[in-house]
């Protein structure tokens, strides 16, 4: 009883990144030390906080901070660059003024669990006098290859056929994130991936969204550097050990969800026949590349859901959606975890973003692997070669995914020879993370984290 109190009186604060990919994991991860007794704020920047609130149905406490765009969020700003330096300045001052707030509230803030993105909140916090604990929501193979890059210890750019980085499997130069591999595609963003590292000797706790037994080389030889915890893979608990009540769903949701039926469609469909089709929040496809996946879809000849953000839709080819209305369903956002644990989905073309990866590992759902951007090369590098749980699409001369490729995986993953092993390891994978969040790895390394929190 003593404990618990003692437990309850720890106060994390909680700052995520601006995007879906980032305040989904660490609103979740907030949610599960909630059910370890901590005390948690999520602080959402007071644009988010405005347009999603009438839906936010998390047991989580939200407070909110400035990014310096509070009427328009990151659209009204004129550049990536100008959006992180103003989302620095400000957000040092207003997550300064948010501590201090709390502070008078009765129950102070201890610990600031921040997104690796946003490296300044550990000044803020150290300034403070408070725990600092990074949050890294990429894998630790992306996270490696960025702390190389930082040092100098990887050099760019990259020449040789291979690329050798510790703790991971031989590289192509292609497998790499393409901020490292396309030098010079996206200067701002590159700096901040690479800037994950700038200070992070300082951060008391380096928390990973992945498992242990995924990723096992690479975390062991991080964890040499830092006190690294992996504390994955964050999908509501209802998916995976079922232990926190009220845990289904992401609870905060930057787009629409438009279902338009969704899961009914899918509920009159056959077990694992149908391709589930969705490139993340963020990834915009070529008119060529998206005319191809159509056509290949269409020829696959398979059930097929496909998410087309608002933004991308007039780049579907004329007619596409009434022409196959038989056979498939296009939408604009879904319910993407209740879409992937339904039974009739037989495959997932992704653009292999780390959560997307995560969830579809955690269903047992196979992958074919069309990365587009960002960390997403490697992350298919490890889907295909590592875990074994997908096929990576080829690309063509012109760097695209022809639709002949996009069928043929298809029907490999979902009932070719070649993919049983693929479907087996699937099941496999599916199995670990189940553990590691019950009771295994990660459900230890949370424990260790708490249990710190609350004895200092
Ligand atoms: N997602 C969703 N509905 C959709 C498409 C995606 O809920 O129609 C969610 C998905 O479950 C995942 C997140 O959005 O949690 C996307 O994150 P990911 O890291 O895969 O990609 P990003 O959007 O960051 O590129």
């Excluded at 040789?160 to 292609?174: A, I, T, Y």
């Amino acid at each position: 009883m003593e404990k618990k109190m003692r437990a309850q009186s720890a106060h994390c604060l909680v700052l995520p990144y601006t995007t879906q990919g980032h305040i989904n994991p660490m609103l979740q991860f907030s949610k599960r030390l909630q059910h370890k007794q901590i005390k948690v704020t999520l602080a959402i920047t007071r644009f988010i906080f405005k347009t999603t609130m009438h839906q936010l149905s998390s047991s989580v406490a939200v407070e909110t901070i400035s990014d310096g765009y509070d009427e328009g969020g990151r659209a009204q700003a004129e550049s990536r660059e100008a959006y992180l330096a103003r989302f620095q300045q400000v957000g040092e001052q207003t997550l300064a003024d948010l501590v201090e707030k709390l502070r008078d509230t009765g129950h102070p803030v201890d610990c600031i669990v921040y997104d690796s993105f946003l490296p300044w909140a550990l000044d803020v916090a150290k300034r403070l006098g408070l725990v600092g604990a990074v949050f890294f929501t990429q894998s630790c193979a992306v996270d490696n290859i960025y702390y190389h890059v930082y040092n100098q210890l990887l050099k760019l750019p990259v020449t040789g056929p291979k690329v050798l980085v510790p703790g991971l499997p031989l590289l192509e130069p292609s497998d790499l994130p393409s901020f490292v591999y396309d030098l010079g595609s996206y200067p701002p963003l590159y700096r901040m991936v690479v800037n994950q590292f700038s200070n992070i000797d300082k951060a008391d706790w380096v928390l990973c969204n992945t498992f242990y037994e995924l990723e096992q080389e690479v975390v062991d030889w991080m964890a040499k550097l830092w006190r690294l915890r992996t504390i994955g893979p964050t999908l509501p608990s209802i998916y995976l050990d079922n232990r926190l009540q009220d845990d289904k769903a992401y609870d905060l949701n930057l787009f629409k969800p438009n279902t338009d039926g969704c899961i009914q469609w899918l509920d009159e469909k056959p077990d694992g026949s149908v391709v589930y089709v969705s490139f993340g929040s963020l990834a915009e496809l070529g008119i060529e590349q998206m005319e191809e996946l159509a056509w290949g879809l269409r020829a696959s000849n398979k059930y097929f859901l496909w998410v087309v953000r608002a933004s991308e839709e007039a780049k579907l080819p004329k007619d596409f959606v009434e022409e196959t209305s038989r056979k498939g369903l296009v939408v604009s956002w879904c319910p993407q975890l209740e879409v992937l644990a339904h039974k009739a989905i037989g495959c997932f073309v992704t653009h292999c973003g780390w959560n997307s990866t995560l969830e579809a590992l955690s269903f047992g759902v196979p992958m074919v692997a069309m990365p587009q951007w960002s960390d997403q090369s490697t992350n298919a590098k490890y889907v295909a070669d590592v875990w074994g749980m997908g096929l990576k699409a080829k690309l063509n001369e012109k760097g695209i995914v022809r639709g002949s490729e996009v069928e043929d995986c298809i029907r490999e993953v979902i009932e070719g020879e070649g993919g049983e092993e693929i479907r087996r390891n699937a099941v496999k994978w599916r199995e670990l993370a189940k553990e590691a969040v019950d009771g295994g790895s990660s459900d230890r390394n949370i424990g260790m984290f708490v249990a710190e929190l609350v004895n200092s």
